[in-house]
């Protein structure tokens, strides 16, 4: 009974983990790649769960152990999955500022080809003033 409770708990584990993270990527809260890696983790034990061949272990497993494994595990998916959702923030914000960095610089280019255009269109009239005050002395 005691391996029984801790393949289903595998199984719910993956799912739950499939369903998160197709979800946190529906919401772009992580990349498709850490998607994909999470999608790939939760086939993974889902089959641990569910398939006998890969769950023979847990039959040597104690009660107690069973539930710290658990819990261990729980831990260590709960956390890994916020540093992915962490780092997935991370890289969509340096390329949100990275086109907006380029934006800016379209914008400077533009103003510094304005403001030639300008500089070259007064030292045009500059020298006309020039000529016609040589021209009048």
Not at 51 to 73: D, I, N, Q
Not at 85 to 112: G, P
């Amino acid at each position: 009974m005691g391996s029984l409770v801790v393949k289903l708990g595998i199984a719910a584990a993956g799912l739950v983990l499939m369903v998160v993270s197709f979800l946190m990527h529906s919401y772009k809260k992580i990349t498709v790649n850490y998607t994909v890696i999470w999608e790939l983790l939760g086939i993974v034990l889902i089959l641990i769960g569910c398939v006998p061949v890969f769950s023979e272990w847990t039959k040597r497993l104690a009660s107690g152990t069973g539930l710290a494994f658990a819990c261990v595990g729980a831990i260590f998916l709960f956390e890994e999955f916020r540093n992915s959702v962490m780092i997935s923030q991370l890289l969509l914000k340096t390329r949100e500022m990275a086109m907006q960095v380029s934006m800016l610089n379209q914008e400077n280019e533009r103003l510094m080809n304005e403001l030639e255009r300008i500089s070259s269109i007064v030292e045009g009239s500059d020298e006309k003033e020039e000529k016609k005050d040589i021209i009048r002395s």
